[in-house]
């Protein structure tokens, strides 16, 4: 006789094989995308402000994230207001500490999952199909093993959905009205986390009763949605013109042409689908062939499906899941490229086995059959996961485990060869903890700049997609670098052919190779082959417009030096300065000043701008613009370097655009915050 105890501890051995090899299983360290854009999102919660990706929308993920950091720093016993500089100082720490706790909070549900299945169905059998739902795919196991991403979190929302169906299934009152906020919270909830969840939606939809409360549904979802992606209110515009290119556009991501759909790439898509995820095909076609069969037999019988379903609605469910299956498929195939997208129903296949069980017994009404066929399809399970995914699993973690022993054996290679040198990292590609905190100027809006710049003050960037440098956001030249680091220059790059290094030398950055690997590359700055660049370093510049800010015309309405004048006389201050005595003062009452105007341009004219900004203030601007809108914006916010007073330098580098003619180029200050700042020494330098 079995002890009441084993079917307990049979149900704590899954969920203990996905802690055991999931928590050491490998990731890529420095994973900028999606790992850093969910971490730094985060911490822009922890400063209490919006976040700058939306584009999953993914805000559940950003917000557990920040629960978890602010958590850890109770835990540490550190004060909260250096939390977000403990991140940027070991950002990759943090990233294991999320990713362990997705993987514990999904084990967990995964033993409350058994649990359910067990105490609703009465069978353990039962119970350990609804537990080894991840195992199924190794795509699953891959994503929610090694991301912090919405993958982990859309797992653990089909998890606890799959636990309320279950509840629901076997309720005799199952139009109870906790039902539909039950639903409703956890459709918001996932819909919030990705938009591959939508499919899902459908499942309530179909299943509850009436269509008050299939309405009431409808709107607790939304209302839901937007509560959880409550962070991302000020980019919702953005949001949904995504989705709105996302469905209007052939390519991924919005791209490619005009439509619905590219036909001869759709059907490919859909035949790949089926090829690379089988276990998920063969449920979706054996439900559909047990359904068509319960249609035709009570088509013949002209008899309701319920009287041959008996008390439980399972083929009804079924109906639904196979429905949410076939929806995913087909939205997925639109711009496929990753089966990860695929995950929310990935995570219904162990219902949707159970519910296969239990219809096939409805139709040849032969109970016994469930306590044969739980076992065997268990047992199959377990040999299909053996024989596909341990595999491909050991394969992934292997390339994890060597791209990391590279990385590591890269950088350490830098500090013991290359340690007088100034680093510039390649980006976006290349693995490294700056070059993935970066990532964050394009997914978080920059808001832990000041942060990122305090930690790290000189740290160089060469952006493949530009061919210009960058300490962090701020654009330099060659020119720039040289001055204030020497000409002793490593290139720390992923590994690139030959002709992409010559192409990076004919824009000006001339390259010697010193070591190549799998994943990495080093290069030396080739200074023989930039020496007349070397020799002009200290020669005179072109023509040079100044401006100290402490001479003023006679009425004080305009600053000048020498033959040049500026705009904004009034706002000159003696509160500060960095040469001289006087300063240029911006506050919310006076938020432009120090114009000056460039006339006389030539198409294709370069200029190097330069402004010192005391206030280390990312709200204010150095700004060239055109008059007629379109042809001309730019404004930087961010400096090169920090002088020993505190100034900081921004330097902007302008390239005069064909459109604009004969009209001026406007040169000036901008303050778009509530701070008071102080400017001072504007440089206008046509560069030769």
Same mark, same amino acid.
């Given at each position: 006789?079995?002890?009441?105890?084993a079917?307990i501890?049979?149900?704590?051995?899954l969920?203990?094989?996905f802690l055991?090899f999931? *928590?050491p299983?490998?990731?890529?360290? =420095?994973?900028?995308?999606?790992?850093y854009?969910?971490?730094?999102?985060?911490?822009?919660?922890?400063?209490?402000?919006p976040?700058?990706?939306?584009?999953?929308?993914?805000t559940?993920?950003?917000?557990?994230n920040a629960a978890?950091l602010?958590t850890?720093?109770?835990?540490d016993?550190?004060?909260?207001?250096? #939390?977000?500089?403990?991140?940027i100082?070991?950002?990759d720490?943090?990233?294991?500490?999320?990713?362990?706790?997705f993987? *514990?909070?999904i084990?967990?549900l995964l &033993?409350?999952?058994?649990w359910?299945?067990w105490?609703?169905?009465?069978?353990?059998?039962?119970?350990l199909?609804?537990q080894?739902?991840?195992f199924?795919?190794?795509?699953?196991?891959?994503?929610?093993?090694?991301?912090?991403s919405?993958?982990?979190?859309l797992?653990?929302v089909?998890?606890?959905?799959?636990?309320?169906?279950?509840?629901?299934?076997?309720?005799?009152?199952?139009?109870?009205?906790k039902?539909?906020i039950?639903?409703?919270?956890?459709?918001?909830?996932?819909?919030?986390?990705?938009a591959?969840?939508f499919?899902l939606?459908?499942?309530? /939809?179909l299943?509850?009763s009436?269509?008050?409360?299939?309405?009431?549904?409808?709107a607790?979802?939304?209302?839901?949605?937007?509560?959880?992606?409550?962070p991302?209110f +000020?980019? =919702?515009?953005?949001?949904?013109?995504w989705f709105?290119?996302?469905?209007?556009?052939?390519g991924?991501?919005g791209q490619g042409s005009?439509?619905?759909?590219?036909?001869?790439t759709?059907?490919s898509?859909?035949?790949?689908?089926f090829?690379?995820? +089988?276990v998920?095909?063969?449920?979706?076609?054996?439900?559909?062939?047990l359904?068509?069969?319960?249609?035709?037999?009570?088509?013949i019988r002209?008899?309701?499906?319920?009287?041959?379903?008996?008390?439980i +609605?399972?083929v009804?469910?079924?109906?639904?899941?196979t429905?949410?299956?076939?929806?995913?498929?087909?939205?997925?195939?639109k711009?496929?490229?990753? !089966?990860? =997208?695929?995950?929310p129903?990935?995570g219904?296949?162990?219902?949707a086995?159970? /519910?296969? *069980?239990?219809?096939?017994?409805r #139709?040849i009404?032969?109970?016994?059959?469930?306590?044969?066929?739980?076992?065997v399809?268990?047992?199959?399970?377990?040999?299909i996961?053996?024989?596909g995914?341990?595999?491909?699993?050991?394969?992934?973690?292997?390339y994890?485990?060597?791209?990391?022993?590279?990385?590591d054996?890269?950088? @350490?290679?830098?500090?013991a060869?290359?340690?007088?040198?100034?680093?510039?990292?390649?980006?976006?590609?290349?693995?490294?903890?700056?070059?993935a /905190?970066?990532?964050e100027?394009?997914?978080a809006?920059?808001? &832990?700049?000041?942060?990122?710049?305090?930690v790290?003050?000189e740290t160089?960037?060469?952006d %493949?997609?530009t061919?210009?440098?960058?300490n962090?956001?701020a654009?330099?030249?060659m020119?720039?670098?040289l001055?204030?680091?020497?000409k002793?220059?490593i290139?720390?790059?992923?590994a *690139?052919?030959?002709?992409?290094?010559?192409?990076?030398?004919?824009? %000006?950055?001339? /390259?010697k190779?010193?070591y190549?690997?799998?994943?990495h590359?080093?290069?030396e700055?080739?200074?023989?082959? &930039?020496? +007349?660049?070397?020799?002009r370093l200290?020669?005179?510049?072109?023509e040079?417009i100044? $401006?100290?800010?402490d001479?003023?015309?006679?009425?004080?309405? $305009?600053?000048? !030096?020498?033959a040049?004048?500026?705009?904004?006389g009034?706002?000159?201050?003696?509160?500060?300065?960095? @040469?001289g005595? $006087?300063?240029?003062?911006?506050?919310?009452?006076n938020?432009?000043?120090?114009?000056?105007?460039l006339?006389?341009?030539?198409s294709?004219?370069?200029?190097?701008?330069?402004?010192w900004?005391?206030?280390?203030y990312?709200?204010?601007?150095?700004?060239?613009?055109?008059?007629?809108?379109?042809?001309?914006?730019k404004?930087?916010?961010?400096?090169?370097?920090?002088?020993?007073?505190?100034?900081?330098?921004?330097?902007?580098?302008v390239?005069?655009?064909?459109?604009? %003619?004969?009209?001026?180029?406007?040169?000036? #200050?901008?303050?778009?915050?509530?701070?008071?700042v102080h400017?001072d020494d504007?440089?206008?330098?046509?560069?030769n």
């Amino acid at each position: 006789m079995m002890r009441k105890s084993a079917p307990i501890l049979a149900l704590l051995i899954l969920p203990a094989l996905f802690l055991l090899f999931g *928590i050491p299983f490998n990731r890529t360290h =420095y994973a900028n995308d999606p790992d850093y854009i969910y971490l730094v999102n985060a911490l822009n919660l922890l400063k209490g402000k919006p976040v700058g990706h939306i584009d999953n929308p993914g805000t559940t993920v950003m917000e557990m994230n920040a629960a978890i950091l602010a958590t850890a720093s109770v835990f540490d016993g550190h004060h909260d207001h250096l #939390l977000i500089e403990r991140v940027i100082r070991d950002p990759d720490r943090y990233i294991q500490l999320i990713r362990v706790t997705f993987i *514990i909070l999904i084990a967990l549900l995964l &033993i409350l999952l058994g649990w359910v299945g067990w105490k609703k169905t009465g069978s353990l059998w039962h119970a350990l199909i609804f537990q080894f739902t991840p195992f199924l795919s190794a795509n699953v196991l891959e994503h929610v093993w090694t991301k912090v991403s919405p993958e982990p979190v859309l797992f653990m929302v089909t998890t606890l959905m799959v636990m309320a169906l279950i509840y629901y299934l076997y309720d005799p009152d199952r139009d109870s009205w906790k039902y539909v906020i039950l639903f409703a919270l956890l459709s918001g909830f996932g819909l919030a986390t990705k938009a591959t969840y939508f499919p899902l939606f459908f499942i309530p /939809l179909l299943r509850l009763s009436g269509w008050l409360r299939k309405s009431l549904f409808v709107a607790g979802t939304a209302v839901t949605f937007v509560l959880f992606t409550s962070p991302a209110f +000020p980019e =919702y515009r953005h949001m949904f013109d995504w989705f709105y290119r996302l469905s209007t556009h052939t390519g991924i991501y919005g791209q490619g042409s005009r439509g619905v759909i590219d036909t001869q790439t759709y059907l490919s898509n859909i035949a790949q689908i089926f090829v690379t995820n +089988p276990v998920m095909t063969a449920v979706f076609f054996v439900s559909l062939t047990l359904l068509a069969t319960f249609l035709i037999r009570k088509i013949i019988r002209r008899a309701p499906v319920e009287k041959h379903d008996g008390p439980i +609605p399972s083929v009804k469910l079924l109906s639904a899941i196979t429905f949410m299956i076939a929806l995913s498929i087909v939205i997925v195939a639109k711009h496929y490229h990753a !089966n990860h =997208y695929l995950l929310p129903a990935q995570g219904f296949l162990g219902l949707a086995v159970f /519910l296969i *069980i239990l219809s096939l017994e409805r #139709l040849i009404r032969r109970p016994a059959l469930t306590r044969i066929a739980s076992p065997v399809l268990f047992t199959g399970l377990v040999v299909i996961f053996v024989i596909g995914n341990i595999p491909y699993l050991k394969t992934a973690d292997h390339y994890y485990r060597i791209t990391n022993e590279e990385t590591d054996a890269t950088l @350490s290679r830098v500090d013991a060869q290359f340690a007088g040198f100034t680093r510039v990292y390649y980006y976006p590609n290349t693995i490294n903890k700056f070059s993935a /905190l970066k990532f964050e100027s394009a997914y978080a809006k920059r808001m &832990i700049l000041p942060e990122r710049k305090a930690v790290y003050p000189e740290t160089w960037f060469y952006d %493949g997609r530009t061919y210009l440098f960058y300490n962090w956001e701020a654009e330099m030249s060659m020119e720039d670098i040289l001055r204030m680091s020497g000409k002793k220059i490593i290139f720390i790059s992923r590994a *690139i052919s030959g002709e992409e290094v010559a192409t990076i030398g004919r824009k %000006g950055f001339p /390259l010697k190779e010193v070591y190549r690997g799998r994943i990495h590359s080093l290069y030396e700055l080739d200074t023989n082959a &930039i020496e +007349p660049l070397i020799t002009r370093l200290d020669a005179p510049s072109g023509e040079r417009i100044f $401006c100290d800010a402490d001479s003023l015309t006679d009425d004080r309405s $305009c600053f000048v !030096n020498q033959a040049y004048t500026f705009g904004g006389g009034w706002l000159q201050s003696r509160e500060k300065a960095r @040469s001289g005595s $006087c300063s240029v003062k911006l506050d919310t009452k006076n938020r432009f000043g120090l114009e000056y105007a460039l006339t006389g341009l030539k198409s294709g004219d370069r200029y190097r701008l330069s402004v010192w900004r005391l206030e280390d203030y990312y709200e204010s601007h150095l700004v060239a613009a055109s008059d007629k809108p379109g042809v001309f914006y730019k404004a930087v916010n961010d400096n090169i370097r920090t002088d020993a007073k505190g100034w900081r330098q921004l330097v902007m580098y302008v390239t005069v655009p064909e459109g604009l %003619g004969d009209d001026p180029l406007k040169v000036y #200050l901008w303050n778009s915050g509530k701070q008071t700042v102080h400017f001072d020494d504007l440089e206008i330098v046509k560069l030769n």
